[in-house]
Every structure is written in structure tokens, then in C-alpha cells.
């Protein structure tokens, strides 16, 4: 029983940082895959109630189907929304339904578990099948067992489209795929038990400036019903049930940081250089055409990164090559003329499509992934290729390969681009036939043998998240050895220094894409390693562009010598920190 007079006591849990900022606010319990389902014993008498409280979940189901299928025909399309009309059929199948009730009365347990048990016979039936269509049937299946879990247990209901106010989102782990349904207005912030800096689903929070904090190892077993959460974006802490005084502390942080903000917006339209006036090139990491009209608004040049995976994952599906088309054209005219890298499919990995029987790996990250997955599937690969070079005839597009960890992996891409514009001129369609195509550098073998790229590229866009991962052997969304994951260790610099070396040398443009390009606290360090280029998160970039005007190529090599000197992680971590702090403490 729960006393609403007794003051519940704090709680502070420590995690890992993961997208800056403040946040404070009810909790919401996000469910996802493993729904752990309730068991217990039933009398006769009250079996019925049971069936009725199913037959109550369905219809809350089939209510949360329709929201959710007029949401996506909004914002995707008719066609993707009609998914979740296969939902409804699952949900109106009466074969179902009367086995459900029938193992109500049968068994004497509780519904919740009956219907585990029905939807786990179904979907090995389903598991054995070869035919395609009806395997994505058993998706439908599952999804609809975990979304009638969710209505029977009371805990959430599935996505966050049911928020009555805006709260802050708890959950074990979110794959990619839930944060592209989530709502964001509603997300105050977003704390997990597992997950690392730069999995996925926390590079979504921080393009849309959603705090969140992971790592916060067994967080969703502390709360309880009608728990409030703070959690502190930029330390990585999480406070159970903060107290006043808590509260108030942190309210000043989030005050220092409003005012930060207001100054950098009073200087957004300021040009993105050092306070000596070096030039520095901005691009945007964005997957939506919001999110462009978003960058170019910050003063971007145009798009760094375009990880084309998000579409597959926000339909859970391979799209068409007609689909594809379409949705690069929809981001290529929302760049207005500037250029636009589209990268082609990155999936593996964490980013996996629900339900497509992906074989089990063991090291999925060093596994099918990205380049490898589209070279097996040529088909997949050519349907892409050719959607984003008929998408090249409509503005300033260029191709980028990712996890290129061989040469032979380049020349294989550009010979299939190659029939790729054969099949196009068949066609009588019309693409850029100078498109580049650049290499992401983010294996310690890219880097290796970066002069060798550089011969078969047109430039190189250097990914930190997975290079800093690879390099240090540290899974980039394994909690355990989150403490390992260090962008600042001197082999990542080293890394990078040896990589601007050799591009600008060859005259080769180099853009640094992975998260740490969006951060500030690198931003000298990067710069005095070699480069000038940098794709960020949209909603980086203002700040990025203030913190440059705040000081001098002096000072970055001077930044720079000084990190070289040093041996561990932690004194570089301590030394572009205290330089970054300095700088904004003048300025705030
Ligand atoms: C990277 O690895 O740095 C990168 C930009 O790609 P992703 O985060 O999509 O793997
Ligand atoms: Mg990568």
C-alpha cells in the first residue's frame, strides 16, 4: 500500500552521460521485447472476469493500432501504415480469441498468462515456416502479444502516444527501432540500466535534445508506482524521488545552462569560425527532412551523414527501390540545393530489423553488419544504389560506404554503382554520373591503410563512434565496459591525427561525423589534430559554433601539444573539460 503522506526518500543512481542537459518529471516504464508476464492461480469464479479483462485488452489494443496507423499514414505514408492493418486482423481472429478463453477455463490461471501461452504456440508454428509472408504474420504476432501484455499488466501502455503529460521515459535497454516510435514531445528525458554512449537509440535522443543518461545499472528494479526521476545529462546521475533541496541545486544548473543557451541563440546566425577567423565547415547528421530544415536553420552547409538504415528500421522493413527513391528525394530536396551525404545501408550491429530472423552472432558489431550485409545482398544493395543515384539527378548528393574495412570492399561498391547506372540508362532514368563515393573511416584497418582509400575515394568521413569501439576493442553498448569507451584515448588521437595527415595531404576533403564532432569539450582538440570539418547533430551545431568563436588557433595548438603530452584518458578528458569550462565561464 502506498501512503501519499510519507516524503519517499531520495535515491541517486550513477550511469553514463549520454545527451547533456536536465530533466525532471514523472516516470514512465517503457516495455519492450521481454515482457515479463504475471502468473498465478485463477478460481471458477472468477474465470469470467479474466475473459473480460481480454476482451477489454483487445479493444485497447485495437484503439492503440489505430492511433498508431493514422499517426504513420501522417507522417510516412498510406502505404507504410498499412502494416497495422495485418494488427487488426490478428486481433479479430477468432480462432485466437477462443483459444484464449478456452485456456482461461482450462488451466484456472490468469489471462495473462494464457494468452503468453496461445501466442508462444502460434508463433512456433509460425518460427518453422518458410513462406515469407506468413513469417512476417508471426512479427504481427509478437507484436500484438506484447502490446496486450502491456494492456493487461496496467504498466505502459506500448509507445509513448498515450502520455497524458510529459515524463521522464525508463527503460532496461531501447533498440533504435523504439526510439524512431517514441514521441518526443513528450519525452522529458530518457534513462536506461544498460546501454553505452553512442549505442544507437541515445544518438536519436541527442539529435532531438532529449537529456538521457544509461548505464544506470538496475534503475527500473528501484522505482515503484508514482515515482519522480531527475536525471542530469551532463554528469551521467540519475536521483530517485529528489528531495527540495536537490531539486533546487539542479534548478540552478539548468538555469546556468538556459542562460548558455539564450546567448547562444542571440549568436546562431554568427558564421562557424575560431576567434581568429579560421574557417570551420558545419554539416548536419540527420535522417528526416525536419530534421534538415532544422540544420539548415543552424547555419549547416548541408548533410554529413545520412544514415539511410533509419528508414528500414522505422518500417521494419526493406523498403522498395520506388520507396527508397522517394524518401532520399523527400531529404535531398529538404537540403535546398546543398549537398547531402547519403550513406548506404549500415544495418547490424544494434540496428537490427525486429522479428527478420537475423542469424544469432556472437560479436554482431564484428559481425553481418553495415558494407558486408549489402555486398551478400546484391540485390538489396543494387535497389539502394539505384534509389539514391535516381535521387542524385535532384540536387548534390554523394554516396558514403560504411565500416570499409578493406580496399576490395570500395571497388567491389563502385563496380556495382557502375551497373547500377547501366540498369538507370536502361530505364531512361536520369542520375549524377560524377557522383562521389567516399569511405567512412572507422576500423583501425581503414585507418591502417588510409593512403590506399584515399586512391579509391573522393573523400573520407571519419566515424568515432565505431572507430573509437574497434580501436579500444570496447562493444560501444556494453555497460559493463562502458568505463573503457574512451573517445579521449591517446590511440584514438593518434588515429585521427594519422587520418587528417594523410587526407589533407592527398587533398582528400575529411569530415568527422561520430558523436564527438557534436561535442564542444573536442572540438580545439579535433581541430589541432588536422581537421575542419565536422557533422553533428542539428541540435550541436548552434553550440558548436559559439564555443569555436570563443577561441584562437593559438590556443588549439596549444590545447593540442599539451593532450599529446599525456598518457591516460582521464588527463586529456581533464584537460579539454577545464579548457572548454574556462572558456564558456567567460562568456556566461
Ligand atoms: C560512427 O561510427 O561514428 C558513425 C557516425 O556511424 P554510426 O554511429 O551510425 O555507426
Ligand atoms: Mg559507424
Known amino acids: 500500500m502506498i501512503h ?45 472476469e479474466e475473459i473480460n479483462r481480454f476482451l477489454e485488452a483487445l479493444e485497447m489494443t485495437k484503439s492503440e493500432i489505430r492511433t498508431i496507423r493514422e499517426d504513420v499514414a501522417k507522417n510516412l505514408g498510406e502505404k507504410e501504415a498499412g502494416i497495422f492493418d495485418a494488427h487488426m486482423l490478428v486481433l479479430e481472429d477468432r480462432a485466437l480469441i477462443e483459444d484464449v ?16 501461452r496461445v501466442t508462444e504456440k502460434y508463433l512456433a508454428f509460425f518460427d518453422q515456416l518458410e513462406d515469407k509472408y506468413l513469417r512476417e504474420r508471426a512479427v504481427d504476432l509478437r507484436d500484438i502479444s506484447r502490446r496486450l501484455q502491456r494492456c493487461l499488466s496496467g504498466t505502459t501502455a506500448s509507445g509513448t502516444a498515450f502520455f497524458d503529460v510529459p515524463k521522464v521515459l525508463v527503460s532496461e535497454d531501447l533498440t533504435p527501432s523504439d526510439t524512431a516510435a517514441l514521441d518526443r514531445s513528450k519525452v522529458l528525458g530518457i534513462a536506461t540500466d544498460l546501454g553505452g554512449q553512442t549505442s ?83 554539416w548536419a547528421n540527420a535522417d528526416t527532412p525536419p530534421e534538415v530544415k532544422k540544420a539548415l536553420g543552424a547555419g549547416c552547409l548541408g548533410v554529413g ?33 546543398k549537398q547531402i551525404t547519403i550513406r548506404t545501408l549500415d544495418l547490424g550491429g544494434d540496428k537490427l530489423l525486429e522479428g527478420w530472423n537475423h542469424q544469432k552472432e556472437a560479436n554482431p558489431f564484428m559481425g553481418f553488419r553495415a558494407i558486408r550485409y549489402c555486398l551478400s545482398n546484391p540485390k538489396i544493395f543494387l535497389d539502394q544504389l539505384q534509389a539514391i543515384l535516381r535521387a542524385s539527378a535532384h540536387g548534390d548528393v554523394r554516396i558514403m560506404l560504411p565500416m570499409i574495412s578493406g580496399i576490395g570492399e570500395v571497388i567491389r561498391t563502385k563496380e556495382l554503382i557502375e551497373e547500377a547506372k547501366s540498369i538507370l540508362d536502361l530505364r531512361k532514368q536520369s542520375y549524377d554520373p560524377n557522383i562521389k563515393v567516399g569511405c567512412m573511416i572507422e576500423t583501425p584497418a581503414a585507418v591502417a591503410i588510409c593512403d590506399l582509400l584515399a586512391q579509391e575515394s573522393d573523400f573520407f568521413c571519419v566515424g568515432t ?63 589541432g589534430l588536422g581537421f575542419d570539418s565536422f557533422s553533428a547533430s542539428a541540435a550541436m551545431v548552434p553550440e558548436l559554433k559559439f564555443f569555436a568563436r570563443r577561441f584562437s588557433m593559438d590556443e588549439v595548438e596549444d590545447v593540442t601539444q599539451n593532450a599529446e603530452s599525456k598518457f591516460r584518458p582521464s588527463e586529456i578528458k581533464e584537460l579539454i573539460k577545464d579548457f572548454y569550462e574556462s572558456r564558456i565561464a567567460q562568456a556566461v
Open 305 to 337: 551523414l545520412y544514415r539511410t538504415e533509419s528508414l528500414f528500421l522505422k518500417t521494419n522493413s526493406l523498403p522498395s527501390e520506388d520507396d527508397q527513391y522517394e524518401e532520399y528525394l523527400r531529404m535531398v530536396e529538404a537540403s535546398e540545393g
Open 200 to 282: 544507437h537509440s541515445v544518438i536519436m535522443a541527442r539529435a532531438s535534445g532529449v537529456p538521457a543518461v544509461v548505464g544506470l545499472r538496475g534503475l527500473t528494479d528501484k522505482l515503484s508506482e508514482g515515482d519522480e526521476l531527475l536525471i542530469d545529462g551532463f554528469e551521467g546521475v540519475a536521483i530517485i524521488n529528489p528531495s527540495e533541496t536537490t531539486l533546487f541545486r539542479y534548478g540552478k544548473v539548468d538555469v546556468q545552462r538556459k542562460k548558455l543557451l539564450n546567448l547562444v541563440d542571440e549568436e546562431g546566425e554568427l558564421p562557424a569560425e575560431t576567434a581568429d577567423g579560421k574557417p570551420l565547415k558545419i
Open 465 to 527: 563512434n565505431d572507430l573509437v569501439q574497434y580501436l579500444l576493442a570496447v562493444d560501444r553498448v556494453n555497460n559493463e565496459i562502458a568505463f573503457l569507451y574512451e573517445p579521449h584515448h591517446p590511440a584514438v588521437l593518434r588515429s585521427l591525427k594519422k587520418v587528417a595527415e594523410v587526407a589533407n595531404k592527398q587533398g582528400l576533403p575529411v569530415t568527422v561525423c561520430g558523436e564527438i564532432a557534436g561535442d564542444p569539450h573536442f572540438l580545439p582538440l579535433l581541430i
Open 101 to 116: 478463453k478456452k485456456e482461461v477455463r482450462e488451466s484456472g490461471e490468469n489471462v495473462e498468462k494464457c494468452v503468453h
Open 4 to 48: 501519499d503522506n510519507i516524503e519517499k526518500s531520495e535515491l541517486m543512481l550513477f550511469g553514463i552521460p549520454a545527451s547533456p542537459g536536465i530533466a525532471h518529471g514523472p516516470v514512465f516504464r517503457f516495455l519492450h521485447d521481454e515482457v515479463r508476464v504475471a502468473t498465478y492461480e485463477v478460481s471458477e469464479s472468477d474465470q469470467e
